[in-house]
Each structure stands twice: as structure tokens, then as C-alpha cells.
């Protein structure tokens, strides 16, 4: 009984040694736990691989039907006319922007819209002037000052005439905050006193591209 006693004692302290030079080694830090956790596998953005949308590790895609946390609720309408037709009615989700927000919105129309719309909203834009692109809006026209939110977001979102869509660019929450900066600009041209002494000459250049180019 006591040579038994001894054997497992003398067992347990060599299997103890063994653990301490085994962590010990830096060359051969012993065995790992979970080694799936502790080497995880690299992927490139963007390289080819072969994971599959099945693989309950990786989801490739947001699920069918969700929303991100704080987005803004996905966009009813079709990309066809009836939809572009029913857009006016569609209405300005975001409340009013306030002062910093309305430099963020400037900052993204200026980025995403002015070179071809021009920073005065005229279609005098560095793409417009270069005569490679025609048919472009000059959002100062009447036509554009009155034309209903909705109506601008469905043309951002889908695209129009030469314009494509910006969905990819902006989100749904960016777009809506470029409209209230065009229409705050719009408003603004509106309001502003006409200059007798320059207004026959600038009316020429305040046509717009869409039917000079036809």
C-alpha cells in the first residue's frame, strides 16, 4: 500500500516538472487549449477564398430583412416610374439640421454632387464646364426648387438621366442631409435680392445643361 502511495506521488510530481519545463520552453510552449482560438485564420479584404455564406462562422452578408443599429428605415419604393411618380409624397425622415450638421451636409454635397453641379447648385461644375458631361440638372432652375424632397431622394438613391445612383456612396441618413442642404441653399437663392445690373447677364449661364445639350 505504501509503495503504491509512493509511485502515484512520485507520478504526480514528475507530471507537474513536466508542465513547468513545457511552459517554460519558449521553443515548445507546450499544448494549446483551444488552438482555434489562439491561431484564428487571416483573410485579405477582397482575396478569393473559400468560405461559404453557410458557414455558421462567417456571414458574408447582412441577414435578409434586418436593419443596422441606427440606420434609417429602408427606402419602399421601386425604381420605376410609378415609384418616381410616388416619391413626392414621400416625406424628410430627419428633423431640421442643426448648424454642424449642415456643414457635414455641405461637406458631402461638396465631395459627391458640386463637381458636376457646381458649389452654387448653377451646373457649373468642373465636369459640367468641361463639356465631357451633358444633361446636367442646374438645381437653381424653378423646376428643381419646387421639386419635392422625395422626388430628389428617389433621384439620388436610383439615379437619373446621366446621373447614377449614389446609394453606394451615401447613406440613406447622408442623402436625406445633402436634400436639406440643397433646398436650405435653394431657399436661401430665393430670398436673396436680384442684382438689376447683373441679371441679364447671368441669365445665360443659369439655363440648364438638360436642354442645352439636347
Same mark, same amino acid.
Given at each position: 500500500?505504501?509503495?503504491?502511495?509512493? %509511485?502515484?506521488?512520485?507520478?504526480? %510530481?514528475?507530471?507537474?516538472?513536466?508542465?513547468?519545463?513545457?511552459?517554460?520552453?519558449?521553443?515548445?510552449? *507546450?499544448?494549446?487549449?483551444?488552438?482555434?482560438?489562439?491561431?484564428?485564420?487571416?483573410?485579405?479584404?477582397?482575396?478569393?477564398?473559400?468560405?461559404?455564406?453557410?458557414?455558421?462562422?462567417? %456571414?458574408?452578408? $447582412?441577414?435578409?430583412?434586418?436593419? &443596422? &443599429? *441606427?440606420?434609417?428605415?429602408?427606402?419602399?419604393?421601386?425604381?420605376?416610374?410609378? *415609384?418616381?411618380?410616388?416619391?413626392?409624397?414621400?416625406?424628410?425622415?430627419?428633423?431640421?439640421?442643426?448648424?454642424?450638421?449642415?456643414?457635414?451636409?455641405? &461637406?458631402?454635397?461638396?465631395?459627391?454632387?458640386?463637381?458636376?453641379?457646381?458649389?452654387?447648385?448653377?451646373?457649373?461644375? $468642373?465636369?459640367?464646364?468641361? *463639356?465631357?458631361?451633358?444633361?446636367?440638372?442646374?438645381?437653381?432652375?424653378?423646376?428643381?426648387?419646387?421639386? $419635392?424632397?422625395?422626388?430628389?431622394?428617389?433621384?439620388?438613391?436610383?439615379?437619373?438621366?446621366?446621373?447614377?445612383?449614389?446609394?453606394?456612396?451615401?447613406?440613406?441618413?447622408?442623402?436625406?442631409?445633402?436634400?436639406?442642404?440643397?433646398?436650405?441653399?435653394?431657399?436661401?437663392?430665393?430670398?436673396?435680392?436680384?442684382?438689376?445690373?447683373?441679371?441679364?447677364?447671368?441669365?445665360?449661364?443659369?439655363?440648364?445643361?438638360?436642354?442645352?445639350?439636347?
Amino acid at each position: 500500500m505504501k509503495k503504491t502511495k509512493i %509511485v502515484l506521488a512520485f507520478m504526480l %510530481v514528475a507530471s507537474a516538472a513536466a508542465v513547468f519545463e513545457s511552459c517554460d520552453s519558449k521553443r515548445e510552449p *507546450g499544448k494549446i487549449y483551444m488552438p482555434d482560438m489562439t491561431y484564428s485564420r487571416a483573410f485579405e479584404a477582397y482575396a478569393p477564398n473559400d468560405l461559404k455564406s453557410e458557414n455558421i462562422n462567417y %456571414v458574408p452578408r $447582412p441577414v435578409e430583412g434586418t436593419i &443596422r &443599429r *441606427g440606420d434609417l428605415f429602408p427606402y419602399p419604393l421601386a425604381n420605376d416610374s410609378a *415609384g418616381y411618380k410616388m416619391s413626392a409624397d414621400i416625406k424628410d425622415p430627419l428633423p431640421a439640421l442643426d448648424s454642424v450638421q449642415m456643414s457635414e451636409a455641405q &461637406r458631402l454635397f461638396n465631395i459627391n454632387c458640386a463637381i458636376c453641379h457646381g458649389p452654387k447648385l448653377d451646373a457649373q461644375g $468642373p465636369l459640367a464646364t468641361s *463639356g465631357k458631361i451633358g444633361g446636367i440638372a442646374n438645381l437653381t432652375l424653378k423646376q428643381y426648387v419646387e421639386m $419635392p424632397q422625395g422626388t430628389m431622394f428617389h433621384s439620388i438613391t436610383y439615379g437619373k438621366n446621366n446621373m447614377g445612383s449614389y446609394a453606394s456612396q451615401l447613406t440613406r441618413e447622408q442623402r436625406w442631409m445633402v436634400i436639406q442642404y440643397v433646398k436650405s441653399q435653394q431657399l436661401a437663392m430665393s430670398a436673396a435680392p436680384a442684382d438689376s445690373t447683373t441679371s441679364a447677364t447671368t441669365s445665360g449661364m443659369k439655363s440648364d445643361t438638360t436642354t442645352a445639350k439636347k
